[in-house]
């Protein structure tokens, strides 16, 4: 597929716990500076060229999520997730059947960079059928090799984020296929590798962290007063 001006949707994976954030509600619920990860998440998207949203929320808390997006520019859809997180992804995918370039991103990372979402829209646009953001690892790296362990070449490691962003054929392709098989994945790209299908790499950005403990939650605040 290689079309410039092709709608964007995006499926946002918000089914996740807080346990690890030491909260009693779902991790995309939990409050950064004062708004919840999930809306964050959805207004960057938009900002980056997404025309149109799909959350997919914790059994029990879509009208809840549903009232705290309302009020974005886009059309937003909640629905339930799954046990997993490719569980998720394909129900989200249901409710964007017809959309021939789809993002997929985490709630838990809601301060992504308008620029990164734009980069990605841009690289499926134009021909790349599953597209990653990406950083350099920075970190020396050891691999544990029974009591010892070695030091790993990190030049060619890179961490990955998302949006990652697909020809949604592919995407429902891929996730058809993995589930067919049994298939689990880590990510979206790694179920369109399954088919054969070569991954294209942009540049990701420090900001678009992964709020995974009260730690991260720390940064985002401090990310976001830089941001004032």
Excluded: W
Aim: charge should be negative; glycine fraction near 8%.
């Amino acid at each position: 597929m290689s079309n410039k001006t092709a709608p964007v949707a995006a499926i946002v994976v918000a089914a996740g716990s807080g346990s690890r954030l030491g909260y009693p509600i779902p991790k995309a619920l939990v409050e950064v500076a004062g708004v919840p990860l999930v809306r964050r998440a959805v207004d960057s998207l938009v900002e980056g060229g997404v025309s149109r949203v799909v959350v997919v929320a914790p059994d029990g808390h879509l009208e809840l999520c549903a009232s705290l997006l309302a009020d974005v520019a886009v059309p937003v859809d909640v629905v339930v997730g799954g046990a997993e997180r490719q569980d998720s992804v394909r129900l989200g995918l249901a409710a964007v059947a017809e959309a021939d370039v789809v993002l997929v991103h985490d709630a838990a990372r809601p301060l992504v960079p308008a620029h990164v979402v734009a980069d990605v829209v841009e690289r499926v646009r134009g021909g790349a059928r599953a597209v990653v953001p990406v950083l350099p690892v920075v970190d020396s790296i050891r691999a544990a090799a029974g009591e010892g362990s070695r030091v790993v070449d990190r030049a060619g490691l890179r961490a990955v984020q998302t949006p990652q962003g697909f020809d949604g054929a592919l995407l429902r392709d891929a996730h058809a296929h993995a589930l067919a098989a049994e298939l689990v994945v880590t990510d979206d790209a790694s179920a369109c590798e399954a088919l054969g299908e070569p991954v294209t790499f942009v540049t990701g950005h420090r900001e678009a962290l992964k709020i995974t403990d009260p730690f991260d939650l720390l940064v985002a605040e401090a990310i976001l007063r830089t941001r004032e």
